[in-house]
């Protein structure tokens, strides 16, 4: 159990530097994982950034992820849930526009320029507040490969093993403090969690 974010984000930090991790960049998915970021940024001495995705959520389902977009465009499917689900076409080519336009208009909020920063050959670690699906990740994990990363980094406190199998495949290493087999929500793993407001979150970028 985790007190709050910034605990999470010192215990993340303590794992990374006893494993020798090394980062150029840490990018935190907003707005949850930035006070998880910022510990991690500082103890392996790198800048702090965002990179932006939203969730596609399931018909009626909001919070359900059939999929995720990225702030610059790219598009990734839960294809089996949404086979499952009977998702339309049409249903999902609404949602990602909507939720494009949403994510770009957030990573707008969180830096002066558009896109991510300069990532060619740097050594990255993505941070989150935990996972549950994985779809936001993915997203998030694919565009910084997009940005000719060397090394990608996926660094979380807390998620199920199913999903952070998944994510194996997009990152070149998957970190988490706690692997729960009854893992339903992230949540659960924190005495305190709290929404964080953008205003919060964007503290954390210019207080390094």
């Known amino acids: 159990m985790f007190a709050d974010r910034t605990d999470a984000g010192d215990r993340l930090a303590a794992e990374l530097e006893r494993r020798g991790t090394k980062a150029d960049v840490v990018l935190g998915i907003p707005r949850g994982a930035l006070p998880v970021a910022r510990p991690v940024a500082d103890a392996l001495d790198a800048d702090l950034d965002v990179v932006v995705a939203r969730k596609l959520g399931a018909p009626n389902n909001p919070e359900l992820a059939v999929g ?3 702030s610059e465009g790219s598009v990734w499917h839960n294809d089996p849930l949404i086979g499952r689900l009977g998702v339309s076409e049409s249903y999902l080519e609404s949602v990602e526009a909507d939720e494009i336009e949403n994510a ?3 990573a707008d909020r969180y830096r002066e320029t558009p ?3 300069d990532l060619e050959g740097t050594h990255v670690v993505v941070v989150d507040d935990g996972v549950a699906t994985g779809a936001t990740a993915i997203a998030c994990l ?3 490969r997009e940005a000719n990363a060397a090394r990608v980094t996926l660094a979380v406190p807390v998620g199920p093993p199913g999903s952070l199998a998944d994510l194996e ?3 070149d290493e998957v970190i988490a403090l706690r692997t729960p087999a009854d893992f339903r929500a992230v949540g659960q793993y924190y005495r305190t ?16």
């Open 142 to 144: 694919r565009q910084v």
């Open 68 to 70: 995720a977009v990225a």
């Open 169 to 171: 495949d997009e990152a």
């Open 104 to 106: 770009r208009e957030k």
């Open 193 to 208: 969690f709290g929404q964080v407001t953008d205003e919060e979150a964007i503290e954390y970028l210019d207080h390094g």
């Open 115 to 117: 896109g991510l920063p």
